[in-house]
């Protein structure tokens, strides 16, 4: 059955002229509800659980193309690896926990303005951005403070 996170996405992407596949369905299935993303051979092996000849080349341009539509974002963790999401509605920035790999999505933007202004005084145009914040989640945090308080 599919979520109707995905239906919705289906639907957008299917105005934007994107095929649906058995392999693109499970791909996003995959990532439905894996909201701190998915490293690609884990999205690849829950894909196969749906579409057992998903191939990696395929899941990877699969990938490329709902990233280059909108409909997954490409999260940098901290530790150098990279995480695939559903992605959000609208212009959005990510919080990166960097101990559990959790990510939150913030909606409001106050970085635009700022990134104008400082492109503009070195000469350049600002076509757009992306900005990820990483620091540790509250769940984290809690852990790390009981830990030192039994030490």
């Given at each position: 059955?599919?979520?109707?996170?995905?239906?919705?996405?289906?639907?957008?992407?299917?105005?934007?002229?994107?095929?649906?596949?058995?392999?693109?369905?499970?791909?996003?299935?995959?990532?439905?509800?894996?909201?701190?993303?998915?490293?690609?051979?884990?999205?690849?092996?829950?894909?196969?659980?749906?579409?057992?000849g998903l191939g990696e080349r395929t899941a990877e341009r699969t990938v490329a193309l709902l990233v280059?539509?909108?409909?997954?974002?490409?999260?940098?963790?901290?530790?150098?690896?990279?995480?695939?999401?559903?992605?959000?509605?609208?212009?959005?920035?990510?919080?990166?926990?960097?101990?559990?790999?959790?990510?939150?999505?913030?909606?409001?933007?106050?970085?635009?303005?700022?990134?104008?202004?400082?492109?503009?005084?070195?000469?350049?145009?600002?076509?757009?951005?992306?900005?990820?914040?990483?620091?540790?989640?509250?769940?984290?945090?809690?852990l790390t403070q009981a830990r030192a308080q039994a030490s």
């Amino acid at each position: 059955m599919h979520g109707s996170r995905t239906e919705t996405l289906w639907r957008r992407l299917a105005a934007d002229g994107v095929r649906r596949t058995p392999q693109r369905e499970a791909i996003l299935e995959a990532l439905d509800g894996a909201d701190g993303g998915l490293a690609m051979p884990t999205l690849l092996a829950r894909g196969r659980r749906r579409a057992p000849g998903l191939g990696e080349r395929t899941a990877e341009r699969t990938v490329a193309l709902l990233v280059d539509r909108g409909a997954v974002d490409v999260i940098a963790r901290p530790d150098g690896g990279t995480v695939y999401r559903l992605c959000g509605r609208g212009h959005h920035h990510h919080l990166v926990c960097g101990v559990c790999g959790a990510v939150a999505e913030l909606g409001d933007c106050g970085v635009a303005d700022w990134a104008v202004a400082q492109a503009e005084r070195r000469g350049f145009v600002v076509d757009g951005h992306e900005l990820t914040v990483h620091g540790t989640c509250a769940a984290c945090r809690a852990l790390t403070q009981a830990r030192a308080q039994a030490s």
